[in-house]
């Protein structure tokens, strides 16, 4: 059985830039949702995705968006990055209906500059 | 508005002390809590409750919800330095898992 899995692992961008970070679900998972974890704080809920579409969002702007595809891998999408876009970002998949039950990956250590 | 307030922020042991971790929640639609355990990167998961009153147990880790006040706690009995990490707690209300800051546990020899 394979782990949630995520790349890159580190990523450095400059303020404006636009970046794509990208998740692998564990086999037989088919819902995948998105967290951001800043130094010191506890992840924060940006959105899930079932059969790919958006199956809820939290309290993020617009600029940042996601992708899942058929084999439910999903990617996270952030435009016009920001200092404060700087943080841990957690996938994690689950069972369709078992949502709470969810398996995280390593993380995409993002620093924005 | 929907919180979950963990208590304390942090905390420093020496081996052998037992630790209680705090976790109050203010959600709407609760379903369930979970206790993870966040060493580097993945946290990884330690417990679900979704009953109040019945204790889950692994090893020397244990925890309980009481959905009448709205908190739980997590014990860790015997501590040893590999139960240094960050405790998080979280709440799910079907799509949202909601997080709270964390204890951050010191375990020194």
């Known amino acids: 059985e394979t782990g949630v899995t995520q790349s890159p692992t580190h990523l450095i961008k400059t303020r404006g830039q636009q970046v794509t970070l990208r998740c692998s679900s564990q086999s037989g998972h088919n819902t995948v949702s998105w967290y951001q974890q800043a130094l010191g704080q506890g992840p924060q809920f940006i959105f899930q995705?079932?059969?790919?579409?958006?199956?809820g969002r939290g309290n993020f702007p617009p600029r940042f968006s996601g992708l899942q595809f058929p084999n439910y891998s999903s990617e996270l999408n952030v435009n016009a990055l920001e200092l404060d876009d700087s943080a841990l970002y957690l996938c994690?998949?689950?069972?369709?209906?078992?949502?709470?039950?969810?398996?995280f990956g390593p993380g995409t250590r993002l620093t924005v500059l | 508005e929907d919180k979950v307030v963990q208590s304390p922020l942090s905390l420093v042991v020496h081996e052998g002390d037992t630790v209680t971790l705090n976790c109050s929640y203010e959600?709407?639609?609760?379903?369930?809590l979970l206790w993870y355990k966040q060493e580097k990167k993945a946290p990884t998961f330690l417990f679900m409750l979704t009953s109040s009153g019945i204790e889950k147990k692994s090893g020397r880790l244990s925890s309980i919800l009481d959905k009448k006040e709205l908190f739980s706690i997590l014990n860790i009995t015997a501590t040893q330095t590999g139960d240094s990490a960050v405790y998080l707690c979280?709440?799910?209300?079907?799509?949202?898992?909601?997080f709270g800051a964390g204890t951050r546990l010191t375990v020194k020899p």
């Open positions: 994690a998949s689950s069972p369709r209906g078992a949502g709470d039950t969810q398996y």
């Open positions: 995705y079932y059969r790919e579409e958006e199956n």
């Open positions: 959600v709407t639609n609760f379903r369930s």
């Open positions: 979280a709440v799910y209300n079907n799509n949202d898992m909601r």
